[in-house]
């Protein structure tokens, strides 16, 4: 993947935790050879020479000042990767908290309104650029055992990013869905306590359960959302835009 992306100055929210999709991404795309600037809420440790800035995406004023910093040093923003997500609240729609939906929408949705609205116009500046949201196959489908905050939130990100490519295409911005299915990332182990408890399990047994459900059968790894990523970020892709793509072996979304 060497310089299919050099020149290009990419950002990528929520990119702190090392073994997430976050920091899968940033390492696919330096490997690419764009400039990547990672962020999160604490800010983006240990990714070495790649730049590390703490930004919260629930904050508006945050956001901008983050491109402000990033346009002030590298003069351009071509790829933005939308990762910051959360997942919480129970299996049981009912057992789900106002917290649960409010955090939820605002990180999985809100968050990304917040980077595209800070980044477009600089985009349009510039003639293009790629705008990737990862949302999540329970953003196309209703999945067994997953939170209808989260379902409902990543579902609203791929109806935003539809929006936005059908608007700023013109612009020559391209704006794409990621959806992955099962990762092996911290917030998977939360999944599957989830479907353990929902079934009456064990954690290893819904894990098998969840293997079953998958063509490859098997759940991804982090390095391979973030390939994914860099054909979507290039001109591999240059006439792909308004597509949720799964990353998922194979897995059913479900309803």
Request: with cysteine.
């Amino acid at each position: 993947m060497a310089d299919l992306l050099a020149g290009k100055v990419a950002i990528v929210s929520g990119a702190a935790h090392p073994r997430g999709i976050g920091r899968a991404i940033v390492n696919a795309l330096a490997d690419g050879g764009a400039t990547v600037i990672g962020t999160d809420l604490e800010g983006a440790e240990g990714l070495g020479d790649i730049d590390g800035l703490a930004c919260d995406v629930t904050d508006a004023a945050q956001v901008e000042a983050l491109i402000a910093r990033v346009m002030e040093r590298h003069g351009q923003v071509d790829i933005l990767v939308n990762n910051a997500g959360v997942g919480v609240g129970a299996a049981d729609f009912m057992e789900i908290t106002e917290g649960d939906w409010d955090l939820s929408l605002a990180v999985n949705l809100r968050g990304v309104v917040n980077f595209c609205r800070a980044v477009i116009p600089h985009m349009q500046a510039a003639g293009g650029g790629s705008i990737i949201n990862v949302a999540s196959l329970a953003g196309t489908g209703a999945m067994d055992s997953i939170p209808a905050c989260y379902t409902a939130s990543k579902f609203a990100a791929v109806g935003l990013t539809k929006q936005l490519a059908a608007q700023y295409a013109a612009d020559g911005i391209r704006v794409n869905a990621l959806c992955p299915g099962s990762v092996v990332t911290q917030m998977h182990q939360q999944s599957m306590a989830l479907l353990a408890e929902s079934h009456g399990i064990s954690v290893g047994e819904a894990q098998a359960l969840e293997d079953a459900s998958i063509p490859l059968g098997r759940s991804a790894q982090p390095e391979e959302i973030g390939r994914a990523a860099v054909f979507l970020a290039g001109e591999l892709s240059g006439y792909v835009t308004g597509v949720a793509l799964p990353v998922a072996g194979g897995m059913a979304p479900g309803l």
